[in-house]
């Protein structure tokens, strides 16, 4: 197996999943960013019943463009709640279509954000927002070297 070529991508997976998690919910103690959720003036709605249409995208939709901070460019969910979401039934049992406000704006997942940020184990945590002004610094200069030295068989 080619090493330099394998472990970056093996190690990306798992990076990526860290880097979503500190953007989003990071702690603000050092060395870990602050994190979306935990940064001042940023707007959270709660919502005590299970996610069952499109009501709260649409109010958090208008939150943000009432305070001119606009436009919505991806909201950011758990995939078992883009799950739910894609999932939304009318009385008939039928397909509920979204508004077309909603269709334009692009649904992204991630597996860092937690499902059981309450007192169950069902809670949804969705972030909606412009995310143009999200900047995330990182440094670019790590490398990886693999020893063509080591020997297996004296282990």
Known sequence: MNLETALPQIMSAPMAVEMDRVC??????????RGIANTSRIGTRAHDAALANYALMLTARTDILSQNAGPVSASITHPRDEGTVSNFTDTTNQPLKPPRVLTEIPMLTATSIPTD?????????????????????????????????????KL
Do not use: K
């Not at 989003?24 to 960013?33: D, N, Q, R, V």
């Not at 309450?118 to 809670?123: F, K, L, N, R």
């Open 24 to 33: 989003l919910l990071g702690s603000g103690s050092a060395p870990e960013p």
């Open 117 to 153: 940020g309450g007192t169950g184990t069902d809670e949804n945590t969705i972030f909606v927002g412009n995310f143009a002004s999200l900047m995330i610094r990182m440094r670019q200069d790590i490398s990886i070297l693999v020893s063509r030295d080591f020997a297996l068989d």
